[in-house]
């Protein structure tokens, strides 16, 4: 599986837009990036996911850069409740392939 | 609404004796099953893949006689810590794949806490 580069910590201030970068650069071509948070002492929660075009929902965009070696994820405004720990994972198309999570962005939302 | 139903949420138990947590999925039959560990203020870390129709795989380090996983069925999947030790005090994480969707969905994790 490819590993995935994050910085430890990030501030926001409420109601800015929140940008956590990732670097992938050993990315496969078959290979999506997820985004996962972890809110305290709670399961992951799913966030977004892309293969090379850059995708929107509800809670956040992902842009993925044209050789796909880094993503950021915007969250558009933040609140107080988006303070959580943010991963990014790569991984394979399937079902089967694991998800393997590193170290993540401990984002911290500021009112 | 909940996808995955985790339980119990919280256990403490007695060093020596074995606990059981259970992974549900209540929407879908899950092909492919993972457990994980999270110690305080580390990431998660993956213990085990199960898919359907065969037994768990392992990630190196992680004992399978001390962590039994049973697929039992496309909805259940059950971690048991045999003979439990302080050490083994951590936060555990189900997670379920269903074929032809890459989301994982994740349960809402179980602190287990020995004594």
């Known amino acids: 599986d490819a590993k995935t580069t994050q910085p430890p910590s990030m501030d926001c201030a409420e109601g800015r837009a929140a940008n956590l970068p990732c670097n992938h650069s050993?990315?496969?071509?078959?290979?999506?990036v997820y985004w996962y948070r972890q809110i305290h002492s709670q399961g992951p929660q799913y966030i977004i996911h892309?293969?090379?075009n850059n995708e929107t929902n509800e809670m956040a965009s992902l842009i993925i850069t044209e050789d796909r070696k880094s993503s950021t994820l915007i969250l558009p405004h933040a609140t107080l409740r988006d303070t959580a720990v943010y991963y990014c994972?790569?991984?394979?198309?399937?079902?089967?392939?694991?998800?393997?999570f590193g170290t993540g962005t401990r984002l911290k939302v500021l009112a | 609404g909940a996808v995955v139903s985790q339980h119990p949420s919280r256990v403490i138990c007695k060093s020596g004796t074995s606990v059981k947590i259970e992974c549900r999925s209540l929407?879908?039959?899950?092909?492919?099953m993972f457990w994980y560990r999270q110690f305080p203020k580390q990431s998660l870390m993956l213990m085990a893949t199960?898919?359907?129709?065969?037994?768990?795989?392992?990630e190196q380090g992680v004992e399978k006689d001390k962590f039994l996983i049973n697929h039992a069925s496309l909805t259940l999947s059950t971690l048991t810590v045999t003979s439990a030790h302080p050490e083994d005090s951590s936060f555990y994480i189900c997670?379920?794949?269903?074929?032809?969707?890459?989301?994982?969905?994740f349960g809402q994790g179980t602190r287990l806490t020995v004594v």
């Open positions: 994972i790569v991984r394979g198309p399937s079902g089967t392939y694991k998800y393997i």
């Open positions: 050993t990315i496969s071509g078959n290979e999506y």
């Open positions: 892309g293969l090379k």
């Open positions: 929407d879908f039959q899950a092909t492919t």
């Open positions: 199960s898919n359907e129709g065969s037994k768990a795989t392992y």
């Open positions: 997670s379920l794949t269903r074929g032809g969707n890459p989301e994982a969905f």
